[in-house]
């Protein structure tokens, strides 16, 4: 089988080089090259470089929803109303976190279903095996009362709170976009209904009702970041999504170059190299510019201010040309041939 001799080109990105071309200062870095790399049959990160200490809560990932539902006193019907904090990007501890949230929801201008008063929700972290519990309280006399965890996009905060499937509804898959499917089951929600873990009734002044999550929260860990690139990648790499319309589990092309898993504590340098590198085929391309977005596990771009800099090494494999082409060289060799074997010819005058 014919292999075409190849040479290896590197290419190496210093994120303090980039130029700063908006507000926002996202992770997505353009490279121009003066001097192209030509004939480029496959590409990889070759390593990567970055310091453990990005934001846990992140543009685009600092939201914070929820629904509830509230039956007046002695009224069968239950009115519902979603709401939502939005959390100052930074690092929190899971102990600083319910701090902060528990100021935010005590600071909401308007949190009443109906006209009542604000459901009473306070969040702390168990020190002993590091849950986090929710305590949930109505004023005596004041109605009935559940509250739902909801889930508007992958990048799920309840889940880093380690409140599992089961006790959160995802919008993503659901088919109906509106909750109010939740009031026509209470206030005696059946076994059956499928978020019947999702549903907290509030307890009274005296008595909060007293929720936690399923797991351990994993707010202060990352598992990682997504190295993509629309240039440097051909469809090649697929990962899983919820279907929008089926809701159905399906994988789908995406620009993933390399994922980095994060395996030191924080504070450490996380130093990525792959042992077996992650190929992308691109044909024999000319690379003239191209494009490196850094994104969190949930594939939100990040931004710079939120994760720091960052090196990374690209390595490209390129096909040589030949100086001549095999049709020349064919071509020159029967012409010698010819001349050769072909007798000479004299004119006699």
Known sequence: MYQPKTRTRYLHIN????LDTNNTDEANIKVHLHQPIKNVSK???????????????RSGE???????????VGSSEYFTKEFSITIPTGYYTAEELCVVVNNLITAMPS????????????FTQDTDNYHIKLSLSTTTGDGDKWF?????????????????NSQIISKMKRKA?????????LPNPSTAYPYYNALFQAGTT??????????????ESPSGVYLTSETLTSGGTYETRTNPDSHQLEAIPQSILEFVQFDKSRFSWIHYNSPMPHWHHLNDASIHDLDIQVRSENGTTFNHNEIGEYNIVLVFECVVEDEFSAEYIKQYNKEGYNLAHT???FTLK
Do not use: C
């Not at 994120?15 to 980039?18: D, E, F, P, T, V």
């Not at 949190?111 to 306070?122: D, I, Q, R």
């Not at 739902?148 to 599992?164: A, C, M, R």
């Open 15 to 18: 994120s303090k080089h980039r």
């Open 43 to 57: 590409v990889a990160v070759k390593s990567f470089t970055m310091g453990n200490s990005l934001h846990n809560i």
């Open 62 to 72: 600092d939201t914070l929803n929820w629904v509830e539902n509230y039956a007046p």
């Open 111 to 122: 949190h009443s279903v109906v006209s009542e008063t604000p459901l009473v929700m306070v």
């Open 148 to 164: 739902t965890p909801v889930n508007e996009k992958n990048s799920s905060i309840w889940k880093l709170l380690g409140f599992v």
């Open 177 to 185: 976009k509106e909750l109010d499917d939740i009031a026509n089951v």
């Open 206 to 219: 005296a008595t909060p009702a007293q929720y936690r999550g399923v797991l351990p929260a994993t707010i």
């Open 343 to 345: 007798p000479e010819r």
